[in-house]
């Protein structure tokens, strides 16, 4: 009757881990009973992160990840599987961002942010759809998109784009695999402080956008943990298709 | 101050051109004045289009281009501003289909739709920006031509909805980084329009039921497009519309 | 680091407790912890109720309330007040329901509907947030809107505006009461089997339709459990207000 936030015996694939959310997301996983594959592109950072984990009694495993790479996706899926187990929670989480007007967009610009943000996760949840299908056991997709699915925002034309069409692929997923019990939704969080962004946030500048704000503050890493954990659980197994908004606000 | 169709004067890119929705479109610009720079990748199709105009006493040039290089893209809108003079219309048409289901779906099937859906828009819209903006005058047009699948998921079309949500937002994005040039751009959502690329289907019994399943139980073909997209390409009739998506679908999603 | 799903110390008030989805988020609630005011015009059925949750070691207190009178508003809140403490969470969930085609829509059913739904819902959270901010008391507001708010359905035009405007609602409440704390959130309930929706998915037709949805079935209450316990949770919800998020088993996508 109550929500399990007890996570005992499920594998989760974070990507993205080595920094901002995806870290905190493995971290959340975690602790709360989950075996976690954490990916990214940089090692060092993932056997830091594995470690602490394993520090605190969890079960971590860092598999250096490239989501531009369709074979380096498959391949840690592949390592993931034998040596943690089948996967069935997925956080397709890894994003990056190029903030340019339209004007200024070079190719490069475009193509790094459309296949990081768009195509990488849609091969990569393709690939742990695929095998949660034919193991029938169902399993959660968790798509880390953006409050900037929705709305524009000066010189992030690309970015909106593909967070826009990461809520499109959450909801075809949705609905092609809902006769395999695989839940897919798409969490679209507003400003939240991180390392990487705490530094503009507390300038003068950063503070005026924060007084912006109705709420007038920045998320928390922690308030990213209900709604991840219900996700990630058996207790949201009605939702799938769902895009769910956590912004404090911030866009209305 | 009723509000005209007449183009007369506009120049109108079309991209696309050579089939579908893009050949209907650049006949229904030119019947109301426009001359038209019709781009695309056939060059008989296109020759064939040129010469149906010109022959309806409209005006218009072929232009070669492929929407997913960004040097073609460059190229095309330099001949048709030497043939015709400044684009102050873009029909940004092109685009593809495909039906595959999710776990089916190859990287060369993802690429092929999001490269010309999504990217191809994004590089034909920022050569046209480039043109309008340095003119630093007067008002442009941008149509993007997304879908009802924007919004709507479907079976087997899940890289052709993500690509035209990827259209959505970019309208939306360019509405507001240029709208203080004068520059308005919005996005036409059809509806499933009978042409070549969808009649197959319709026109098999399992397509003709889910025709019976639509609130007016019909089909239409273009031209059903016409009077939003004149509204569109119209300086006047549409100057303060910008970043809005009109759907125009009898009902379908409803 | 991960987040509490106890609700002990919390004072819940649900409206339309009396059956359906109410009354499961009564249930749920309590079970979590906190003590429930239980409102509805049916008191036999929040009695019922309350020795149900009594049974299993909760607290809850049956009020009847009318949410299209608003003294009935305030004096519910103000019996909740004396018993169980000052209200942390709303659920605005009492709801008129009514399937009929726009054409013969009768005047008397629509003031009801509006009544119940967007009139009663809005002054229902107005006192709750009123107090909440004399009291500099963060708390939360679980507004309960419909997926026939976000697609039309042919016969529930009427029940479809007034969850469009709950919509609406939440996101306006949750700009203007952001600066104190308050947060207030949407469920879009997919077909859910209750009151309302009654027998018709026992009918043949109804039975028809169940299987062209992509999971074939319809919901039931509990299937909204996690989703409640995280909105109405201290800490689980701490970053969400004005969000609307459905829960449908992809049936309206």
Redesign the interface.
């Known amino acids: ?3 399990s ?1 007890n996570l005992d015996g499920k594998v989760a694939l974070v990507t993205g881990a080595t920094s901002g959310f995806g870290q905190h997301f493995a ?2 996983l975690a ?2 009973g989950a075996t976690v594959a954490i990916t990214g592109r940089r090692g060092d950072r993932l056997d830091e992160l594995q470690a602490e984990i394993e520090g605190k009694g969890g079960r971590a495993l860092g598999i250096v990840m490239d989501v531009m790479d ?1 074979a380096s996706i498959r391949n840690a899926v592949d390592v993931a599987e034998t040596e943690l187990g089948a996967i069935n929670v997925l956080v397709n989480n890894a994003g990056i961002s190029r903030e340019r ?3 200024d ?1 070079t ?1 490069e610009d ?2 790094a942010v ?1 296949d990081t943000n ?2 990488g996760p ?2 990569l ?2 690939e742990v ?2 095998r949660m ?1 034919e193991r029938g056991e169902g399993g959660n997709i968790i798509n880390i998109a953006s409050m900037m ?10 970015y ?10 959450t ?9 395999y019990n695989i839940n897919i939704n798409t969490l679209c ?2 400003y ?1 402080e991180t390392d990487m962004n705490s530094e503009y946030f507390h300038s003068e500048k950063g503070l005026k956008v924060v007084n912006s ?4 503050a920045l ?2 890493l ?6 991840l ?2 996700l990630a ?1 058996d ?15 911030q866009p ?1 | 101050m009723s509000f005209t169709c007449d183009l007369s004067g506009e120049v109108a890119l079309v991209t696309g051109a050579s089939s579908g929705f893009g050949r209907h479109f650049a006949l229904t610009l030119a019947a109301n004045g426009a001359a038209i720079a019709a781009a695309g990748r056939s060059r008989d199709r296109l020759s064939e289009l040129v010469q149906e105009i010109e022959s309806q006493g409209g005006r218009a040039v072929p232009v070669a281009m492929d929407v997913t290089d960004p040097e073609s893209v460059r190229a095309g809108f330099e001949v048709a501003e030497i043939e015709l003079g400044p684009v102050s219309v873009v029909v940004n048409n092109a685009g593809v289909a495909t039906v595959h289901m999710v776990a089916d779906a190859t990287e060369a099937d993802y690429d092929r739709i999001l490269d010309t859906n999504a990217k191809g828009v994004f590089l034909v819209a920022q050569e046209a920006g480039k043109h309008m903006i340095k003119r630093g005058h007067k008002s442009g047009r941008i149509i993007n031509v997304a879908s009802i699948s924007a919004f709507k998921a479907a079976r087997q079309v899940s890289t052709y909805c993500m690509s035209k949500a990827a259209v959505t937002s970019l309208t939306r994005t360019l509405a507001l980084e240029w709208a203080p040039y004068g520059i308005n751009v919005n996005a036409l959502c059809p509806g499933v329009i009978m042409t070549e690329m969808t009649q197959a289907f319709y026109n098999t019994p399992h397509g003709k039921d889910v025709i019976k399943r639509w609130p007016r139980q019909r089909i239409s073909d273009p031209s059903s497009l016409d009077g939003v997209l004149l509204l569109l390409a119209s300086p006047d009739a549409s100057s303060f519309m910008t970043g809005s998506m009109i759907v125009v679908d009898d009902g379908q999603t409803l | 680091m991960t987040f509490s799903c106890d609700l002990s110390g919390e004072v819940a008030l649900v409206t339309g407790a009396t059956s359906g989805l109410g009354r499961r988020f009564g249930a749920v609630l309590a079970e979590a912890g906190a003590a429930v005011a239980i409102t509805g015009r049916r008191t036999e059925m929040l009695e019922t109720l309350q020795q149900e949750i009594e049974a299993k070691g909760g607290r809850a207190l049956p009020i009847h309330l009318d949410v299209t009178d608003l003294d009935s508003i305030k004096n519910a809140i103000d019996k909740t007040e004396q018993e169980l403490g000052p209200v942390n969470v709303l659920v605005n969930n009492a709801g008129a329901y009514s399937e009929k085609m726009a054409r013969s829509f009768g005047e008397a059913e629509f003031d009801t509907i509006v009544a119940t739904n967007i009139k009663g819902a809005f002054f229902m959270a107005q006192e709750v947030a009123n107090r909440m901010i004399e009291r500099k008391d963060k708390g939360r507001i679980i507004n309960l809107s419909s997926v026939s708010a976000l697609r039309p359905v042919q016969g529930m035009s009427v029940y479809g505006m007034t969850k469009a405007a709950e919509i609406q609602m939440t996101k306006s409440l949750a700009l203007e009461w952001a600066r104190y704390g308050i947060r207030i959130n949407a469920i879009c309930p997919g077909f859910i089997d209750s009151e309302m929706t009654g027998d018709y998915f026992r009918t043949d037709q109804g039975k028809a339709h169940m299987n062209t949805l992509p999971r074939k079935r319809i919901g039931q209450p509990e299937n909204l459990d996690g989703l409640l316990l995280m909105l109405a949770s201290r800490d689980g919800s701490a970053f969400m207000t004005g969000s609307v998020i459905k829960a449908d088993d992809a049936q309206i996508l």
Do not use: H
């Not at chain 1, 909106?160 to 692929?169: E, H, I, L, Q, R």
């Not at chain 1, 909801?171 to 006769?179: H, K, N, V």
């Open positions: 009757m109550s929500i936030c971290r959340t602790a709360s369709p007007l339209i004007v967009v190719e475009y193509d459309l768009l195509k849609y091969i949840a393709q759809g695929r299908i699915a929705y709305r524009p925002y000066r010189g992030l034309s690309a909106g784009m593909s967070k826009a069409g990461m809520v499109a692929m909801r075809c997923m949705a609905l092609e695999w809902a006769r969080p507003g939240v704000f109705p709420g007038k998320g928390k922690d308030d990213l943990n209900g709604i954990l219900l659980s207790s949201a197994e009605f939702m799938t298709g769902s895009t769910i908004e956590i912004d404090g606000g209305l």
